[in-house]
């Protein structure tokens, strides 16, 4: 083996690391076949000398002089070792300086190749690597081998893997799920980077590798270099060497980097390019697009401006209108020629952006909108009409469970009660007539319906529409009618059978708060515990505080006190703790009830004693870092306003009290205030703990001192045993005790006797 110049180059360079050394370039004198020959014959000490090197030679040589004593010996032996010293020496260590694993732009692993066992490393990896792919020729497997590599977040396998297979296999697919994983990643920049890489490795990217790249821009638009790279990759397709041209999937996802990085002037540049009709003509998803990107703009100029620029911000929010109805004067003509569809996301977010306005005809309009293009028969006259709504539309509200009638007169007083509403995100107030821009007919009845419209051809309804729609009701004041889209489209025997969700819920109630509805509330929420509406999870702590407002506005009903007590049963039943804002909204029901009837007042706090004892156990035994100091000033305001409620039904009841309520009434105030006393000198040691906190310069805040009642105590036993001469010890405990007061600032008048 090591007879040839070769194997012996490569076994040195296994061994050493720097071949350019002296001591690597002894070039060994390859021995003639025949000299081979005779060698094999030669003892062992012989055979080791024609092998040698010149220089292994001559000490050999003047070995055998020093043995027999030739005079010459000293200086040739001085000088053949000290030319063996310069070929034998020491050579430089191996240094292996691994500078950076991420992958460069040239798509190799950045290290010093210096060293053999970096390369003996690296070939041991291609030689596996290679031995894998044998199994991996199909470029379906390949791809189905990437995903379940990448699904182990194994991406640097993954991609020398697909590098490996690129020299002869086609894998463009295996190079879109590492360009689409690095974008889930966040990784916007070492995608684009694997997209280089992947065409200068001779693969060519398809329509879905540039799908995928502007998709995964849409999910970052947060990055400064989301928008430009979304853009110059979308413009870059329109060159003339480009193998995959735009269709309308890309036009949709840079619209979508534009609209979510709010660069209006961006996204009108694109649309501008699209053509009227053919297979790159705008459809639904593109029109979806286009008007929430106004709406979220137009919502979010809001923020900069104040309540008192009402005007300013009115006006913005109906140019957006208006910029909404002329898009949609442009869909209905091409989904009535049949060039596009409609379907429910392109109808909500246009209803979205007319509940963005500030009038009753762009909230009237939303009606029209779902009669338009839903076939979905209104429930409200239009606004300037005088029909009344038709028959079976006001027998399908009134036969509503639970649900009663509103007169005009309620109506208006509904209007003006506004101490309990909650805020819907727009507001509802007209602007002053000036600031509205003004609007010509044709836009004015663009959301007519025609008199026959394609069955197949119109959208279905679903949750997003029902949410529409009563939001739209509730701006209008319509209660009845909200009512009845509520009972049309959740029907089970219906044609719709719309199956509500959390959002859904919460806005009806909402709308039954608004009717002062609290039975329908109570029912509605029994309902959904029971399992019978499938919603008994959706069931959350704001769900209990719209049904006990409800209850709060509906308080003139002599019976309202039973539903916000079956309510009550069930939030104990729901939440894993109890819900204090709730509480306080119940408490101030029953203390609404203590003029008109005091029992009523008094079983209502018989049914909070089980909801105060499991308050009381949140807050002593609950996790310290789960309640919070805020909650524990609510828990003790909520038990002050029920002692104060037990002082209220005490005073209304007088002698009429019976001797067994009062007891009760005595027993659980007296319960009531030993837990907020004990809370007040709880919350009070707390404070004094943290003032007596160091705080000098250099110090640690957060280290803790005694208490001051343990202080003051500790100072005291030292004082007396200073007194009774105990000793230096005890006096210097005492000054380093004077010490901690002083630093805390609080005790300046401490003098030992």
Request: proline share 5%.
């Given at each position: 083996?090591?007879?040839?110049?070769?194997?012996?180059?490569?076994?040195?360079?296994?061994?050493?690391?720097?071949?350019?050394?002296?001591?690597?370039?002894?070039?060994?004198?390859?021995?003639?076949?025949?000299?081979?020959?005779?060698?094999?014959?030669?003892?062992?000490?012989?055979?080791?000398?024609?092998?040698?090197?010149?220089?292994?030679?001559?000490?050999?040589?003047?070995?055998?002089?020093?043995?027999?004593?030739?005079?010459?010996?000293?200086?040739?032996?001085?000088?053949?070792?000290?030319?063996?010293?310069?070929?034998?020496?020491?050579?430089?260590?191996?240094?292996?300086?691994?500078?950076?694993?991420?992958?460069?732009?040239?798509?190799?692993?950045?290290?010093?190749?210096?060293?053999?066992?970096?390369?003996?490393?690296?070939?041991?990896?291609?030689?596996?690597?290679?031995?894998?792919?044998?199994?991996?020729?199909?470029?379906?497997?390949?791809?189905?081998?990437?995903?379940?590599?990448?699904?182990?977040?194994?991406?640097?396998?993954?991609?020398?893997?697909?590098?490996?297979?690129?020299?002869?296999?086609?894998?463009?697919?295996?190079?879109?799920?590492?360009?689409?994983?690095?974008?889930?990643?966040?990784?916007?920049?070492?995608?684009?980077?694997?997209?280089?890489?992947?065409?200068?490795?001779?693969?060519?990217?398809?329509?879905?590798?540039?799908?995928?790249?502007?998709?995964?821009?849409?999910?970052?638009?947060?990055?400064?270099?989301?928008?430009?790279?979304?853009?110059?990759?979308?413009?870059?397709?329109?060159?003339?060497?480009?193998?995959?041209?735009?269709?309308?999937?890309?036009?949709?996802?840079?619209?979508?980097?534009?609209?979510?990085?709010?660069?209006?002037?961006?996204?009108?540049?694109?649309?501008?390019?699209?053509?009227?009709?053919?297979?790159?003509?705008?459809?639904?998803?593109?029109?979806?697009?286009?008007?929430?990107?106004?709406?979220?703009?137009?919502?979010?100029?809001?923020?900069?401006?104040?309540?008192?620029?009402?005007?300013?911000?009115?006006?913005?929010?109906?140019?957006?209108?208006?910029?909404?109805?002329?898009?949609?004067e442009e869909i209905i003509p091409r989904w009535r020629a049949g060039d596009m569809m409609?379907?429910?996301?392109?109808?909500?977010?246009?209803?979205?952006?007319?509940?963005?306005?500030?009038?009753?005809?762009?909230?009237?309009?939303?009606?029209?909108?779902?009669?338009?293009?839903?076939?979905?028969?209104?429930?409200?006259?239009?606004?300037?009409?005088?029909?009344?709504?038709?028959?079976?539309?006001?027998?399908?509200?009134?036969?509503?469970?639970?649900?009663?009638?509103?007169?005009?007169?309620?109506?208006?007083?509904?209007?003006?009660?506004?101490?309990?509403?909650?805020?819907?995100?727009?507001?509802?107030?007209?602007?002053?007539?000036?600031s509205v821009p003004t609007m010509d007919a044709a836009l004015a009845n663009v959301f007519?319906?025609?008199?026959?419209?394609?069955?197949?051809?119109?959208?279905?309804?679903?949750?997003?529409?029902?949410?529409?729609?009563?939001?739209?009701?509730?701006?209008?004041?319509?209660?009845?009618?909200?009512?009845?889209?509520?009972?049309?489209?959740?029907?089970?025997?219906?044609?719709?059978?719309?199956?509500?969700?959390?959002?859904?819920?919460?806005?009806?109630?909402?709308?039954?708060?608004?009717?002062?509805?609290?039975?329908?509330?109570?029912?509605?929420?029994?309902?959904?515990?029971?399992?019978?509406?499938?919603?008994?999870?959706?069931?959350?702590?704001?769900?209990?505080?719209?049904?006990?407002?409800?209850?709060?506005?509906?308080?003139?009903?002599?019976?309202?006190?039973?539903?916000?007590?079956?309510?009550?049963?069930?939030?104990?039943?729901?939440?894993?703790?109890?819900?204090?804002?709730?509480?306080?909204?119940?408490?101030?029901?029953?203390?609404?009830?203590?003029?008109?009837?005091?029992?009523?007042?008094?079983?209502?706090?018989?049914?909070?004693?089980?909801?105060?004892?499991?308050?009381?156990?949140?807050?002593?035994?609950?996790?310290?870092?789960?309640?919070?100091?805020?909650?524990?000033?609510?828990?003790?305001?909520?038990?002050?306003?029920?002692?104060?409620?037990?002082?209220?039904?005490?005073?209304?009841?007088?002698?009429?009290?019976?001797?067994?309520?009062?007891?009760?009434?005595?027993?659980?105030?007296?319960?009531?205030?030993?837990?907020?006393?004990?809370?007040?000198?709880?919350?009070?040691?707390?404070?004094?703990?943290?003032?007596?906190?160091?705080?000098?310069?250099?110090?640690?805040?957060?280290?803790?001192?005694?208490?001051?009642?343990?202080?003051?105590?500790?100072?005291r036993m030292l004082s007396e045993r200073t007194k009774k001469g105990l000793g230096i010890?005890?006096?210097?405990?005492?000054?380093?005790?004077?010490?901690?007061?002083?630093?805390?600032?609080?005790?300046?008048?401490?003098?030992?006797?």
């Amino acid at each position: 083996m090591l007879d040839c110049k070769a194997c012996i180059r490569r076994c040195i360079r296994i061994i050493f690391a720097d071949l350019s050394h002296p001591a690597y370039q002894v070039r060994l004198p390859r021995p003639a076949l025949a000299d081979i020959r005779s060698l094999r014959r030669l003892p062992a000490a012989q055979r080791s000398y024609h092998l040698a090197s010149s220089g292994q030679r001559n000490l050999l040589k003047q070995d055998g002089l020093r043995s027999r004593g030739h005079p010459a010996a000293r200086h040739q032996t001085t000088q053949a070792i000290s030319t063996s010293d310069q070929i034998h020496e020491a050579p430089p260590p191996l240094t292996v300086s691994f500078q950076d694993q991420r992958f460069n732009p040239s798509g190799v692993r950045s290290f010093d190749k210096s060293g053999p066992e970096d390369n003996a490393t690296e070939f041991k990896k291609k030689k596996h690597l290679s031995r894998e792919l044998i199994y991996l020729q199909d470029p379906l497997k390949l791809a189905e081998n990437t995903i379940a590599l990448l699904r182990e977040d194994d991406n640097h396998k993954a991609l020398d893997l697909v590098r490996l297979a690129s020299k002869q296999t086609p894998c463009t697919v295996s190079w879109n799920h590492l360009v689409d994983y690095e974008m889930s990643k966040g990784r916007t920049q070492k995608a684009v980077k694997i997209y280089n890489e992947m065409k200068k490795r001779a693969q060519k990217p398809d329509a879905q590798t540039y799908t995928i790249l502007l998709r995964g821009l849409s999910w970052h638009p947060h990055l400064q270099e989301s928008l430009p790279l979304a853009l110059k990759i979308y413009h870059s397709m329109f060159a003339e060497n480009c193998p995959v041209k735009p269709n309308i999937i890309h036009t949709n996802a840079v619209l979508k980097v534009c609209a979510l990085a709010r660069d209006m002037d961006a996204l009108w540049g694109v649309a501008a390019k699209l053509p009227p009709k053919g297979p790159g003509a705008p459809n639904n998803r593109t029109f979806t697009t286009i008007l929430n990107a106004i709406r979220n703009i137009a919502w979010h100029n809001d923020k900069d401006l104040g309540d008192e620029e009402w005007e300013e911000k009115s006006l913005r929010r109906q140019r957006a209108v208006m910029q909404g109805r002329k898009i949609w004067e442009e869909i209905i003509p091409r989904w009535r020629a049949g060039d596009m569809m409609i379907d429910e996301e392109l109808v909500c977010a246009m209803g979205r952006l007319l509940l963005l306005g500030s009038t009753e005809q762009d909230y009237d309009d939303v009606l029209s909108l779902a009669e338009q293009v839903m076939a979905l028969p209104r429930q409200k006259r239009r606004l300037g009409e005088p029909q009344e709504i038709a028959d079976t539309t006001s027998a399908m509200a009134a036969g509503h469970a639970g649900i009663k009638e509103t007169s005009q007169n309620e109506s208006d007083q509904l209007e003006n009660d506004e101490g309990l509403l909650e805020s819907q995100g727009e507001d509802t107030a007209s602007p002053p007539p000036s600031s509205v821009p003004t609007m010509d007919a044709a836009l004015a009845n663009v959301f007519r319906p025609k008199a026959s419209v394609p069955r197949l051809s119109v959208a279905r309804p679903g949750r997003n529409t029902l949410s529409l729609l009563l939001d739209a009701c509730i701006n209008l004041r319509a209660v009845p009618s909200a009512q009845a889209y509520w009972g049309l489209l959740t029907d089970p025997s219906g044609p719709y059978n719309v199956d509500p969700d959390s959002e859904n819920f919460h806005t009806y109630l909402r709308v039954l708060r608004l009717q002062r509805a609290s039975k329908a509330a109570s029912g509605l929420i029994a309902d959904m515990y029971s399992g019978e509406l499938k919603a008994m999870q959706m069931l959350q702590p704001k769900t209990f505080r719209i049904a006990f407002s409800a209850c709060v506005r509906d308080n003139k009903n002599p019976h309202v006190m039973e539903h916000a007590t079956q309510i009550l049963t069930t939030m104990c039943k729901t939440l894993p703790e109890p819900d204090l804002k709730a509480l306080e909204i119940f408490v101030q029901l029953a203390a609404s009830q203590v003029q008109r009837d005091f029992h009523v007042t008094l079983n209502a706090l018989r049914a909070m004693k089980t909801v105060m004892r499991l308050v009381r156990n949140y807050i002593n035994y609950g996790a310290e870092f789960i309640v919070e100091n805020a909650t524990k000033a609510s828990a003790t305001d909520l038990f002050k306003r029920m002692i104060g409620l037990y002082d209220s039904v005490l005073y209304a009841a007088g002698d009429r009290l019976e001797l067994e309520d009062k007891k009760y009434i005595d027993k659980q105030k007296a319960t009531l205030a030993f837990w907020v006393g004990k809370r007040a000198k709880a919350i009070q040691e707390e404070t004094r703990r943290k003032e007596l906190r160091p705080r000098g310069e250099g110090e640690d805040v957060s280290r803790r001192v005694r208490s001051d009642i343990g202080v003051g105590r500790h100072e005291r036993m030292l004082s007396e045993r200073t007194k009774k001469g105990l000793g230096i010890g005890a006096r210097k405990r005492v000054e380093r005790a004077r010490e901690v007061r002083e630093r805390s600032g609080e005790f300046d008048d401490f003098v030992t006797e």
